[in-house]
């Protein structure tokens, strides 16, 4: 019962947070209301006993991405950006498309019998190795090469960015 | 914990030998200009050529012990060393033309000829990968180093445009791909491909057909975005004029091969129990694919926004192959797919030479009298045309052939009727610029008539030959192709 109660206002907070993330004309507010989304995120990972998420979701995500975004926002020069006319007008098509495309999935979902499965069997109490353990030892074992190979990406994005960035001479 | 742990044996190392090389060769490249300062960047592409000889010989290497590689991320097939080679091969010619633009553009630099690098090894990745998450990865690596190719020049207006249009839609493209494999995972509990077609093929497993072909769906709108197949071909014209000619040479050819590879291999193996579900939809895809990109090239003036919208028709006749669903429409797409790149970067190496400095806008009447100027890039140009349309003796010809014939064999006649009238209306927009380069008589002197780099040629002999070699001598790699088709379920 609790951990309903949880889920629903964790819920809330990320689907709460995401709307106003993409209404607010301000971006500093656009970047705070993320901040709470994630922050839902976070809570429904740690009612799925997923600890490890949990904390590098506010580590990573709410600690450093977000910083890294309000210093762009900083450095952009706000008030202009404000004032301007928003790029994309589209409200009503926007809207209507995705209550079609969201009821399309409900009823998918719900004739897929999703939506009515009997009460969900908790999952067995981890034995063994906790979480992190867990995680490591997939990580490193059975998905060595994703996990390297991700660098790679990285690697790709990080030197794109800067060629993107760089200053021309 | 680790005592069952048994680190990966030397032959898996040796499989991922092309992935390796290039990595290791980007890197090098990156360093070598810092050391060695401005002056020597002359040497950055004969050297970045020789870490791609070296990864092709990694991939011969590799290709001759096939079997999978870490965990079964990976698997080394005939069907991935074809393509692991075609995308090198591509790379190889890109990097001949790419020397001359940029000393002209005055934009040499490492960074260019890394982010190739890295490009292809995204690419080997897809050709070989055997799980959802090293589609994912290798399908970013690839796109990412794209992105920013498309914007390489970046004190240009156009180039800035398919830029910022690739890399938003593409990021758009890939989430929904992404989705479709997190709900996979949903469904099955696997992101293996094999594992997959085994859990949707047994009669043990309970889970919902509709559920599953969403799935397929969204990872339809991933891959189709990457292949530039119709209803998301959108964006290719765009990024296909805009971008810099050889990196347009470079992505019509190769990230749209790996692509084809990977879709290939996930709705052949995975998705193979769903055929019926899936395949109007690809069948509705194909045929709008051949249509638009050859209705619009048409009404094109400027030659490369024509060659773009071709590079979309002929990816509509890859997807012919792909409707097919079988062994022989695996073979004809690996084939179609490996004499399209020849003969596509033939065509855009004359473009990127054409072009000129600060790549002007060249209409196709101002070919006009090209033959006379330059007998033998003309001749060229029109072996390269007369393959894109597919008459006997290029490669172009066979291509099409059997991924019509593969389309009889699974009997999708209509289709196979609306390909070939397509081709014959693609015919057209070819011959016009034959004809005005032959018949016309010269309005301008145009400032290409200049000698052709010895790059550009070398690309130009390369590819001529490719697309001879599979017009007149089709067996041997239709044969490879045959024996890699099937695909290991």
């Known amino acids: 019962m609790l951990d309903t109660i949880f889920f629903y206002v964790f819920a809330l907070l990320t689907i709460g947070g995401a709307i106003a993330t993409i209404t607010r004309r301000s971006a500093m507010h656009s970047a705070l209301s993320l901040i709470v989304s994630l922050l839902g995120v976070a809570g429904l990972y740690l009612l799925q006993k997923a600890e490890f998420l949990f904390a590098v979701q506010i580590v990573l995500y709410i600690g450093g991405i977000m910083v890294l975004f309000l210093f762009v926002i900083m450095l952009v020069n706000l008030d202009q950006a404000a004032k301007e006319r928003q790029f994309n007008r589209q409200w009503l098509l926007g809207l209507v498309a995705s209550v079609l495309v969201g009821a399309q999935m409900v009823w998918m979902l719900n004739s897929a019998g999703v939506l009515s499965l009997p009460a969900a069997v908790p999952a067995p109490a981890a034995t063994g190795p906790g979480n992190i353990e867990a995680l490591a030892d997939l990580l490193f074992r059975e998905y060595l090469l994703p996990f390297e190979v991700a660098s790679l990406l990285l690697l790709v994005a990080i030197v794109g960015s800067v060629m993107m960035a760089k200053k021309t001479s | ?489």
């Open chain 2, 1 to 489: 914990m680790l005592v069952n742990f048994t680190p990966p044996s030397a032959s898996e190392y040796i499989r991922v030998l092309p992935e390796i090389l290039l990595t290791v060769g980007g890197t090098i490249l990156m360093i070598a200009e810092g050391l060695a300062g401005e002056r020597h960047r002359r040497g950055l592409a004969p050297m970045a050529l020789a870490f791609l000889l070296l990864a092709l010989g990694g991939a011969v290497v590799a290709g001759m012990d096939p079997g999978p590689a870490f965990n079964n991320m990976l698997t080394v097939d005939g069907y991935a060393t074809f393509f692991r080679l075609l995308v090198l091969i591509v790379g190889i010619l890109s990097v001949l033309i790419s020397g001359s633009y940029l000393t002209r553009e005055n934009a040499d630099s490492a960074d260019y000829y890394a982010l190739i690098l890295f490009s292809l090894c995204g690419q080997s990745i897809l050709a070989s990968a055997n799980e959802l998450i090293m589609v994912f990865i290798g399908l970013e690596i690839s796109s990412i180093a794209t992105y920013v190719l498309a914007g390489f020049l970046r004190n240009d207006k156009r180039n800035n445009e398919a830029a910022i249009k690739y890399f938003l839609l593409g990021s758009f493209a890939t989430a929904f791909l992404l989705y479709g494999v997190g709900w996979i995972y949903g469904v099955t509990g696997t992101t293996n491909l094999q594992e997959i077609h085994r859990f949707l093929t047994s009669s043990e497993s309970v889970y919902s057909p509709l559920l599953v072909s969403a799935c397929a769906a969204m990872m339809f709108v991933g891959f189709a975005f990457k292949v530039s197949a119709a209803p998301f071909q959108g964006w290719a014209p765009d990024v296909y004029q805009g971008a810099p000619a050889p990196v347009s040479a470079f992505m019509t050819a190769a990230p749209k091969a790996a692509a084809f590879a990977v879709f290939l291999r996930v709705y052949s193996i995975a998705f193979s129990g769903l055929t019926e579900r899936w395949q109007p939809i690809l069948w509705v895809s194909a045929m709008a694919t051949m249509v638009i990109g050859n209705f619009a090239a048409l009404r094109q003036d400027n030659i490369k926004r024509m060659l773009a919208y071709s590079s979309v028709a002929h990816a509509g006749y890859v997807m012919v192959a792909v409707v097919a669903h079988s062994e022989a429409g695996v073979a004809a797409a690996m084939f179609y797919l490996a004499s399209y790149a020849f003969m596509n970067l033939g065509a855009f190496a004359i473009v990127t030479h054409y072009v000129g400095k600060g790549e002007r806008y060249v209409g196709i009447d101002d070919m006009a009298g090209y033959a006379r100027q330059q007998p033998l890039i003309a001749a060229l140009f029109t072996w390269f045309l007369l393959s894109l349309i597919g008459v006997p003796l290029t490669g172009g010809f066979f291509g099409k052939f059997y991924v019509f014939k593969s389309a009889i064999d699974s009997n999708l006649i209509w289709l196979t009727v609306l390909g070939l009238l397509n081709s014959a209306v693609a015919a057209y927009y070819y011959l016009r610029i034959i004809v005005v380069m032959y018949f016309h008589e010269p309005t301008n002197e145009t400032g290409a008539a200049g000698p052709v780099p010895a790059g550009v040629r070398l690309a130009l002999i390369g590819s001529a030959i490719g697309v001879f070699v599979l017009g007149v001598m089709p067996s041997a790699v239709l044969e490879f192709a045959n024996r890699s088709a099937m695909l290991s379920r």
